[in-house]
T-cell receptor
């Protein structure tokens, strides 16, 4: 059972464009939703995270939008750059356990 | 710089031997660490939760006798793959809970069993 569903599987964006990755979750007990960026051969790095008490969080070019009623959240990368090319994972957890459940990942390629 | 360190970064071992991977939190104490496994172009699959001073909690389907986890101190957890076989070849990643849901990942360890 896939508790966190992520789409698309891959995404190609031109430099300067907006990259949008979507995730949906099933467990209403989840209350922490981070996004991780992973480069080939490296461990994931925390990009940005949100909790259900807010609908949007922005850090630089990265924005999370959160829809509690729909149990969906998305990552928007503004002004996408070639250096953003990586695999992005959404995740969810219950804060009291901290066990992260990951989405399936989205491979983003940004072309100049 | 990295706040969670893994060692070794890559290791090659012969089939049937055991190999140990270390995960250290560098500037904080972590009562809880997590071990993940990742196959190429796939997501991270949680193997077990490592608790300092107590037994690890394994996810369903993960053989606890094959993947031995020891969390002997607040800054170190080890994963030992016992009697390794080629199908155990994978990218193993640990993470540590710094508190307040701030979880940092290590750089990962590539295991190749030949």
């Amino acid at each position: 059972q896939q508790q966190v569903k992520q789409s698309p599987q891959s995404l190609i964006v031109q430099k300067g464009g907006i990259s949008i990755i979507n995730c949906a979750y099933e467990n209403t007990a989840f209350d922490y939703f981070p996004w991780y960026q992973q480069f080939p051969g490296k461990g994931p790095a925390l990009l940005i995270a949100i909790r259900p008490d807010v609908s949007e969080k922005k850090e630089g070019r990265f924005t999370i939008s959160f829809n509690k009623s729909a149990k969906q959240f998305s990552l928007h990368i503004m002004d996408s750059q070639p250096g953003d090319s990586a695999t992005y994972f959404c995740a969810a957890s219950k804060s009291n356990t901290d066990k992260l459940i990951f989405g399936t990942g989205t491979r983003l390629q940004v072309f100049p | 710089g990295a706040v969670v360190s893994q060692h070794p970064s890559w290791v090659i071992c012969k089939s049937g031997t055991s190999v140990k991977i270390e995960c250290r939190s560098l500037d904080f104490q972590a009562t809880t660490m997590f071990w993940y496994r990742q196959f190429p172009k796939q997501s991270l699959m949680l193997m077990a939760t490592s608790n300092e001073g107590s037994k690890a909690t394994y996810e369903q389907g993960v053989e606890k006798d094959k993947f031995l986890i020891n969390h002997a101190s607040l800054t170190l957890s080890t994963l030992t793959v016992t009697s390794a076989h080629p199908e155990d070849s994978s990218f193993y990643i640990c993470s540590a809970d710094r508190g307040g849901n701030t979880i940092y990942f290590g750089e990962g360890s590539w295991l190749t069993v030949v």
